[in-house]
């Protein structure tokens, strides 16, 4: 053999050596699972493969494993991948400071909640004030609105503040009355001050009316906000939640997030609404939109009426129970003012709507002035009491029904006291929501509901409640496909916030974003569906929780 052929051996050896047998090196391979990609052929695979925060490649395991060389392997072995759930509907802040608050959730009388204040108050010794939530009087024989008599009675001292389950209504102690100065009822534009037989306040706020004490509660410092956001988010992530939407944000809270995110202090994706104010509008319509990887601030939420618990919600006819039909929080010309404005810029609206006449005003104001429905992707959220000759514009208007399916089976034991036979029909009607406009961002409304995706899930294709009631389902004509309700959980979610290209799937090029779950909630029985546990959730490739 001469010198230049053994040359020329020489060099394709040393290139077989460091070129044949080197794959390309990435950060990630999950192989040896089921993967539900939630494609548009809702397609499953067994694995796939990440580099810098994206999805690269998606396909069988061995081919994978024989491409590429990765700094990290997860063998699922044999369990079930879905894509990062997102959150449609949830508020961040509020879950936040609720971990820190008296939790009056589930308390089945006034007196259990005196007992939760008193055992909160010594442990908590140097509290200014004493904040609440969670209370719901339909829970207890008595129904009727507490009031603040037991608390003046047992803690004199104290100001008091206890917001009911839905957020639309609060008890006050006489203490938090006198520091907000409300020492008589007077008429509040979208609220209540609810008064005793000597028309004094007797400590219930309703919707607009709550503002009058809440605003005294002292706020919390950045250092001190931050570790509560942290302490919600390792909530979120632990139940396979990669994405939110913080549905109603002040410009301050704006502010904090966008320090945090810069600072890479937080991880989940939150999608925020701005709380729509005259100040807010006016700041963020001059500022515009905002997006980073991790944030987005590119709509407004409008507060059309308040809730069915409470009875803020606005009908259109007086509520079965009782001889009001609840309110609006603005004037019909005040909504109708807004929403043409806001139709001229680039921000998305979605508006709180749960009676049937809020929800039929702020359609027909969409219309009026919405003229590429589809592109500006508006949103009602909630649609809780629709009329049946309303449902059309949902479709016709081109608006994204944003609904939360554990709503149904938390307000489906007193609903019909509410509304009454007719209108509870159409009522929680998911179903007849999706057919027309063809997808539904799904959330849970956290704090008011839990965080849980697969509460709302099994909410959702199940229509019962965690004990399996009411046998057979409630209006199971609404109940929506175990697909549909994965996609709305997350690539209809993301479609509501214009993210679909960016996540939402597990697709080449998108965010690797996803979650594994020790079982298959496509496939398992509903009543096991609330139990199944997350083993891991992934955020652009880094792992932020696992069991």
């Known amino acids: 053999m001469n010198k230049s052929i053994t040359k020329l051996f020489f060099f394709l050896l040393l290139g077989c050596l460091f070129g044949c047998t ?59 991948i879905y894509p990062g759930f997102y959150d449609a509907h949830g508020h961040f802040f509020m879950l ?3 971990m820190d608050e008296v939790n009056l959730v589930g308390a089945a009388s006034y007196n259990e909640i005196l007992d939760r204040l008193r055992t909160f108050i010594a442990a908590n010794p140097d509290k200014k004030w004493i ?25 004199p001292d104290l100001p008091i503040y206890l917001t009911r389950i839905d957020y639309h209504a609060a008890l006050a102690s006489g203490k938090a009355l006198e520091i907000a100065s409300l020492d008589s009822a007077y008429f509040v534009d979208g609220g209540l001050i609810s008064v005793n037989e000597e028309g004094l306040p007797d400590g219930i706020l309703v919707d607009n009316a709550m503002q009058l004490v809440s605003k005294h509660i002292p706020k919390n410092q950045n250092s001190a906000l931050l570790k509560m956001l942290r302490r919600a988010q390792d909530s979120l992530v632990s139940v396979g939640l990669t994405s939110i939407v913080d549905a109603g944000l002040n410009e301050s809270q704006i502010d904090a997030l966008k320090v945090f995110y810069n600072e890479d202090s937080l991880q989940i994706r939150d999608y925020a609404m701005v709380m729509a104010t005259p100040e807010s509008v006016k700041e963020f319509l001059r500022t515009g939109t905002f997006e980073s990887d991790r944030l987005t601030v590119r709509s407004f939420k409008l507060m059309a009426d308040g809730a ?25 010309k005040d909504f109708d003012d807004l929403i043409q404005r806001l139709a001229r810029s680039n921000f998305q609206v979605n508006t709180h709507a749960i009676g049937d006449s809020a929800n039929r005003i702020i359609l027909d104001s969409y219309g009026k002035y919405l003229k590429d429905g589809k592109e500006r992707r508006w949103r009602i959220e909630h649609a809780q009491v629709i009329q049946p000759n309303d449902f059309h514009k949902f479709k016709d208007f081109q608006i994204i ?44 409304d956290f704090p ?56 939402g799937s597990i697709e080449k090029g998108k965010d690797a974003d996803f979650v594994i779950l020790e079982e298959d909630i ?19 490739g880094e792992t932020v929780f696992k069991r």
């Open 22 to 80: 080197t794959n390309k090196q990435i950060d990630l391979i999950v192989y040896n699972a089921k993967v539900y990609t939630v494609d548009s052929a809702f397609t499953t695979i067994e694995a796939f493969a990440v580099n810098n925060g994206v999805f690269i490649e998606t396909g069988s395991s061995q081919d994978l494993l024989n491409k590429y060389e990765a700094k990290e392997k997860i063998d699922a072995e044999g369990k079930y």
């Open 96 to 98: 936040a400071e609720a």
């Open 522 to 540: 496509m496939t398992a029985k509903n009543e096991t569906l609330r139990d199944i546990k997350t083993l891991r959730t992934v955020i652009a």
């Open 401 to 444: 029904p944003s609904v939360q399916p554990t709503h149904a089976t938390s307000d489906m034991y007193w609903a019909g006291e509410r509304l009454g036979e007719e209108r509870l029909k159409t009522s929680y009607a998911y179903k007849q929501l999706l057919d027309q406009y063809g997808l539904l961002a799904l959330g849970s």
């Open 131 to 155: 904040v609440g939530n969670g209370w719901d009087q339909n829970l207890w024989e008595d129904k009727n609105f507490p009031v603040k008599d037991s608390l003046d009675k047992y803690f």
């Open 308 to 332: 069915l618990g409470s009875r803020g919600a606005c009908l259109i006819h007086a509520y079965h129970d009782a001889p009001t039909n609840g309110f609006l929080l603005k004037s019909p």
């Open 448 to 503: 008011v509901e839990h965080y849980n995706p697969l509460y709302g899930f099994h909410a959702a294709v199940a229509r019962v409640d965690k004990n399996g009631f009411p046998n057979g389902g409630f209006q199971m004509e609404n109940a929506i496909s175990r697909e549909q309700a994965l996609r709305g959980m997350t690539i209809w979610a993301a479609y509501s916030c214009f993210q679909e290209r960016k996540r």
